[in-house]
């Protein structure tokens, strides 16, 4: 199953986004804190419980040198994905969005579908509002 968030446009260069998502830390301020519990992270990783109790980790997975970052699903999570995080520098700001690849069954998907596409639509808001 593949996600597209929708594209946004960040008020700070490409190195800056990319220092700011490189370092788990950071995903915090990214997530509905009304949604996630017993958040956690290092900076190459992290983990969280959603609201149902699904725990999930998330890992750094390193990068293409420019314009893509990738994280993937670490152990406790309950499906393997991998997120790409595609930037793009325009006039000092950077414009990209999240794509999501999921290993999930016909069953899972429908039940997952709507709650990720807006999860991820919601971290690339937040991102915005990051560097406003």
Do not use: W
């Amino acid at each position: 199953m593949k996600i597209k968030a929708d594209n946004v446009v960040v008020n700070a260069d490409q190195a800056t986004v990319r220092a700011f998502l490189g370092d788990s830390n950071n995903m915090e301020y990214l997530l509905p804190t009304d949604k996630i519990s017993d958040f956690q992270a290092t900076k190459e990783g992290c983990s969280f419980k959603v609201q149902g109790g699904i725990t999930i980790s998330l890992l750094q997975d390193g990068d293409n040198g420019s314009n893509e970052l990738y994280m993937k699903s670490g152990e406790k999570s309950p499906f393997p994905f991998k997120l790409t995080i595609f930037m793009n520098e325009n006039d000092g700001k950077t414009d990209g969005h999240i794509l999501f690849d999921g290993e999930v069954n016909a069953f899972l998907k429908m039940m997952v579908e709507k709650p990720l596409t807006n999860l991820f639509n919601y971290m690339s808001k937040k991102l915005v509002e990051q560097f406003k």
